[in-house]
């Protein structure tokens, strides 16, 4: 399989036609995706304008049959962690160790302390803020799995790590969750 | 079927589906039987449903000049070197400049 287009080499119609078509059918999926990631409407529009460039350079290296959005999600995650590195220079510093203990414990039975009492009411706006707190790396696993519906495999995929590093990063980033929307609704 | 409560993080790999065939069963059975593990469940399914909801309630569409930026970024990188180049040269910081010293030089020839 040919390599990434070289960015000067003369543009084919099939290349444009391409691009043309992936912006059609995936454009707003790739920028609401972008922005649950960024939770910034700049930030979403730029890493979708780069993804998209990103899609054309490297056309040809689209496997037909295989899922065009997980591919320009793992475009977009990738961007997103280069970008995050290169704006603070600590974004591997955000992300706790997979293998630590969990601060909130996941793997306590329910019944210990049920947590039902978080979800009854007016969730929204609590659930929306916790999501902002959360790491970027926690809120990418947490919207492919619940938003998008993605499988543990799929994933692992796109963001590039073991089904269990998914596993491990989507069980802490639910409990950090709820933690979050604990505290948010106590401050409603 | 599993004797003792489903901890949150089965719990949450359960309404994943990502359970082994035999583990989805047997944490499906607990449920029907045990109150505690199935208002648990039911807590974790609607913090998936508000996440799910609250998605629904930003979604957005793409800006159309996200996707001018798009075509004219590559149409920018996709122009041959000479006409970059030439582009670089006849842009308004150097081109004015440029132009106001051959209009001065042909008016001071002609005077």
């Not at chain 1, 995050?84 to 414990?105: T, V």
């Not at chain 2, 208002?39 to 629904?56: I, K």
């Amino acid at each position: 399989m040919a390599g990434p287009r070289k960015p000067f080499e003369p543009p084919t119609e099939e290349q444009r036609a391409f691009l043309e078509r992936a912006i059609e059918q995936y454009g707003k999926a790739t920028y609401n995706f972008a922005y649950r990631l960024t939770r910034n409407e700049s930030d979403a529009a730029d890493l979708t304008q780069e993804a998209f460039i990103r899609v054309y350079r490297a056309w040809r290296s689209f496997v037909p049959g295989t899922s065009f959005l997980s591919w320009v999600y793992r475009i977009v995650t990738n961007l997103y962690r280069d970008e995050l590195r290169r704006r603070k220079g600590r974004y591997q510093e955000e992300i706790p160790d997979d293998n630590a203990p969990q601060e909130f414990g996941g793997g306590r039975p329910l019944a210990v302390e049920p947590i039902d009492e978080y979800v009854e009411q007016q969730m929204s706006e609590p659930v929306a803020k916790a999501l902002e707190e959360l790491t970027p790396d926690q809120r990418a696993v947490l919207v492919l799995a619940d938003i998008e519906e993605y499988s543990y495999q799929e994933i692992a995929e796109v963001v590039g790590c073991s089904i269990g590093t998914v596993r491990s990063r989507l069980h802490r980033a639910r409990n950090q969750l709820r933690r979050l929307v604990i505290q948010h609704r106590a401050a409603l | 079927m599993i004797n003792e409560h489903v901890t949150t993080d089965t719990l949450v790999d359960y309404l994943h589906r990502e359970l082994a065939p035999e583990d989805d069963a047997a944490v499906h059975a607990h449920l029907a039987a045990c109150r505690a593990c199935t208002v648990a469940y039911e807590a974790e399914a609607r913090l998936t449903d508000q996440l799910c909801s609250n998605a629904r309630a930003e979604e957005r569409e793409l800006p159309p000049a996200v996707v001018a930026r798009i075509r004219s970024e590559i149409a920018q990188q996709t122009q041959p070197a000479w006409w970059r180049q030439l582009t670089l040269v006849l842009r308004p910081t150097v081109g004015f400049p440029v132009a106001a010293v051959l209009v001065l030089a042909v008016v001071l020839g002609f005077s």
